[in-house]
């Protein structure tokens, strides 16, 4: 316990000594940026305290005195009143800025203009009090009183006083040329303490990384090696640290590895023989595919149906051996993924001939990872199902033939019926003519279901012939809810569609309004007075999706998934033979489209199908 403690604190103690080595650095590179900051900012106050104020003292005298000027030149042109005022305020004025300026005495030379100042202004009052006192004895403003004295006197004044401000100016550019070698001289040091302090720290850090990283590249190249199968590695521990302590955990792991190696060898071949043996022994042909798409294993029913020997399959690319694009796009796919591919149910077979004779298989794909996530590969799974598909077109025959021989009889039953009803209805009693109308009703609902396996057998046949067209659908919802309005109004129920002129698919127009008129009629149905089907579209990408919704019962969710196969019906169905919603989604995948159903028992039903939208 005691060395794992000394070896905990080695390794931080290293890295902390480098950080604390680099944090030095910077603390001294810190510290003599602000020592020059220093500098700089009391050389700046030097130019602000000292010369900033007289500047604006000087210039305000100048203002002062030329506002007294224009004073005097007022009431020379006959202004006495303005003129005086005008004069004795900026002499108010003047004195304050005067006094401003003499009590920020900071320059050789500056004590002697604001004595020369002082006395040039005394004299300028002196004369504009013997002006005033002349124009007062004589009663005559003299203009060359104004100019041989007053104007002498002013200019001596403005001059003295441009003198403080020019002196100050240039003493304030002295002082900012002053602390512009200063700033220069501080970047410079700045620059040469940084440059030193980041060498000094380049060369710790890397000496401090190098006796690192060692023994990490020691671990890296000793773990390539076992990765590779090679268990017989070593790595030294030079140091008693974390890493020293990584390095003994590492050889304790590669000696325990060589035991493991040499203990298992056999046992996992024997498990690798007993997987290989299961797959040859299943009755499903099964592909394994690596993430290259090259085959990784093929047991011998994938073998058969492929025609090549399993030796020869092995290592070879997947599109080689199965030469099948649509089957290579899934499988590829899903190795993109990471998920089994989403595949049409009609699209999920594989089929393969051998002279007459034609097989069929329904494949699946599924990606294969390992326990800790990482994706191996993928299982393509060939399932024969020949059978199932001979016994289903025998089916299909059955029941078209079935139902094209009870088309006649069932006519002529019908026709039969009507006519004994129109004879001899006066002379049967009430119950009779009952058994009559019952008589008529089923033959009549034979006569539906008979069209309809009829028109599903077609369909499934692939006999079905669509006119398409490029069809409006504004045209097709009208044409659906023109033929069922007066059977929803008579059950009180609101009949309603919204959707833009501009929309327009490719259809079968005569086709598709029969889709939309079955689901229509199912709604009415289910859907109580006073309440409501809509009709909507909306285009997605290159489909339209049309719907029908209704606010009806609803369909409980154990139907949901099944209420598109041949001859289901809910619990609650009323009416129909089970086969209308069987008819439509044929005709929809027709048309290269789906349909589905979302709904909420209680709170009604939508159903939605897919049409190609007109390029």
Known sequence: MATLTTGAWGLRRKILLGYGMVLCLLLLVFAWAVHNLLRLGQASEAILSEN???????????????RQDSGVLLYILGFEAEGTEQFQENERKFLQWFSRAGDNITIEGEADIIARIDSAYAAYLRAFTQFLQESAATGERPAMQYHEVLLPAFMAVRVASAALRDLNQHTMYGASEAARTVSHAAIWSVTAVALLATGLALAFSHILSTRLVRPVQQMRTAAMQIAEGDYDVDVPAASSDELGQLADQFNVMASRLRAYRDLNVEQIVAEKRKSEAIIRSIDDGIIAVDQDLHILDINPVAARVLRIDPGEAKGRHFLEIVGNEHLFAYVKNTLSSGRPPEIAEKEAFLSMKRGAHETHYQYAVTPVYTPAGTMLGAILLLRDVTKLKELDRLKSEFVAM???????????????????QERITERLDERERALFDVARDDVERLQNLVRDLLDLSRIEAGKIELAFEAVPVSLLFEKAVQALRLQAEERAVALSFEVD???????????VTWVLTNLISNALRYTHAGGHIRLAAEQIGSKMHLSVADDGEGIPFEYQHKIFEKFVKGKNAKGGSGLGLAISKEIVRAHGGSIWVDSIPGEGSTFTFTLPVVS
Request: glycine share 4%; no cysteine.
């Open 402 to 420: 079935a139902s094209h021989e009870l088309k006649t009889p069932l006519t002529s039953i019908g026709m039969s019926i009507g006519l004994l």
């Open 501 to 511: 002129d501009e929309l327009d698919v490719r259809a079968d127009a005569n086709k």
């Open 52 to 66: 900033y104020r007289s500047i604006i003292a000087a210039e305000n005298m100048i203002d002062a005195l030329e």
